[in-house]
């Protein structure tokens, strides 16, 4: 009998230290992105390293970083849930730093906030983060990320009048060359990959050009709105 209880403890010990054994993932993909799981009770914790962007300004560097070593943390776990799309409610951003000249975060996803049902996934909760698995990650997708993420920044990054038209047409000029140098730079970064097929990095182009004539005319309308508006400022 003690016999018995020794070995059910030496069972449970094992199981609990296999349990905080990593599994590798090998996501690939144009920044040869690896992830790590650890299953632990309550949480799974996902550490990711890539290739960290490096082609535009260090703060849009960061942030662009940042932003994809979420979206592969997230991709690591469907891979390792061996599910299709899931809707997490629980997380945390454990650590974030560079190691061997790669990115590196590790990010912890509650269970308990994990839904894998197809009707969580089209929920309108705007706190919940969505993932949809793919095959591999594609160099095509990433750079349509890319895009997005420089297209909110640039926007962001459009002055609001705030004293005097002379700063504020400064302003304005020191955000359209951030942003056109931001949109020159994926320009030159889909043109040197040779992940893209030649109609994906057609395509790309096409839509940086429609990205870049949408900044300039949004640009436009705010420098129109503010002189619209402070009619009696000196210029």
Known sequence: MAKAIVLGILCLIAGSLHSEDPTEIDLGGPRR?????????ESYKVEVSFSPVRAFDPSMNKRLSNEKARRYAVEALLRYLDVNQVSIRNSETLKV?????RFYTQVSFLKDGLETSNEAHKSGNKKVIRGKASSTIKAKSDFEETIAIVVEANQGDIPEFATDLKSF?????DAEDTALSRLLAINKEI????WLLSIERDELLKKVQEEEGKYLDLLRKRVERVE????????
């Not at 730093?97 to 000249?101: F, P, Q, S, Y």
């Not at 047409?169 to 000029?173: A, D, E, I, T």
């Not at 619209?228 to 210029?235: I, T």
């Open 228 to 235: 619209k508006d402070n009619p009696n400022v000196d210029k």
């Open 169 to 173: 047409y400064q302003s304005v000029s």
């Open 97 to 101: 730093g560079t190691k061997n000249d």
């Open 33 to 41: 992105v690896k992830a790590s799981i650890i299953d632990a009770d």
């Open 191 to 194: 043109k040197s990959d040779r």
